[in-house]
């Protein structure tokens, strides 16, 4: 894959995942009801329940990107806010950059249902600041404006559905030599969850993304990109209302990203901040 678009789909999957949450609290549900790791599952925090998530992707050519969100609910249920500083690895020709990427401040609306429903929408809406160095192609360039629909489905006692379908557009993106253009970015995902065990989930995820990148002054070169990513999860519960949950992915490329291999290792803590939670 073109190594611009690799790098912006990178950058875009870190756009994608942070607005998901769980719902029930760890000390009145013992099972998962938690992020999937590229698709948004549609249920805001519950009041006083507060999610720190880790993901870790990590490409075969030796790039990778690390994500910190943190998820608190505003004022109830029905609106969430959230923050997601990755930071970055990229293989250049020549050399190697690290640093922050672009950070993401997201504000979600709990449009319909919640986690004891059987159908939950949740639409998002955020903005991408420009933190991540461009000349060292660790972010856009530019101020982007992300949206995206995430709808969760339960299918019975042992299925649950999740769909995305979302947008990324930045009006004055920037390439590593300082080009601008407009880029606008889709994506579409879904992920389908089997309940094995209450606190043992095995996942398999699909994500869709057309992506522009900036090429040249009022140039841009768009790529689609498809990926398949098989992956479980498991929980700790605590007495004191903690549930940890780690999770292990392998995101694989097919059709137009035929050949590229990552793996994903996902990290989430989440707890009470409230007595009354």
């Given at each position: ?17 942070p607005?998901?949450?769980q ?52 004022f ?64 856009g ?56 065990r ?34 479980i999860?498991?929980?700790?519960n ?7 949950v ?32």
């Amino acid at each position: 894959m073109n190594r611009l678009i690799f790098i912006a789909v990178m950058l875009l999957t870190a756009s994608c995942v942070p607005a998901q949450s769980q719902t029930s609290s760890p000390k009145n549900s013992p099972g998962i009801q938690d992020n999937s790791f590229l698709i948004e599952e549609a249920y805001n925090q519950d009041p006083g329940v507060v999610q720190h998530i880790n993901s870790f992707i990590r490409a075969r050519d030796g790039s990778w990107i690390y994500m910190f969100t943190q998820e608190w609910p505003l004022f109830g249920q029905k609106n969430q806010i959230s923050y997601t500083i990755p930071v970055v690895k990229v293989e250049l020709l020549p050399g190697v950059a690290t640093g922050i990427g672009d950070i993401e401040i997201n504000y979600r609306y709990q449009l319909v249902g919640n986690g004891e429903s059987r159908v939950a929408i949740a639409p998002r809406f955020s903005i991408l600041l420009p933190t991540g160095d461009a000349r060292q192609q660790l972010g856009g360039g530019g101020t982007g404006l992300q949206f995206s629909i995430p709808v969760s489905v339960v299918i019975n006692k042992s299925f649950v559905t999740h769909l995305n379908a979302g947008g990324t557009f930045t009006p004055a993106a920037k390439n590593a030599l300082g080009e601008k253009a407009e880029t606008a970015s889709y994506n579409l995902g879904h992920s389908l969850i089997w309940l094995a065990r209450p606190r043992f989930n095995v996942m398999l995820e699909t994500v869709w993304n057309s992506v522009e990148v900036v090429t040249g002054s009022n140039k841009t070169e768009r790529a689609q990109t498809l990926f398949i990513s098989p992956g479980i999860r498991w929980a700790y519960n605590f007495k004191n209302g903690l549930q940890i949950v780690p999770g292990l992915a392998f995101p694989l490329g097919v059709g137009p990203t035929s050949g590229s291999h990552s793996t994903l290792l996902y990290l989430s803590f989440e707890h009470p901040f409230t007595k009354h939670a």
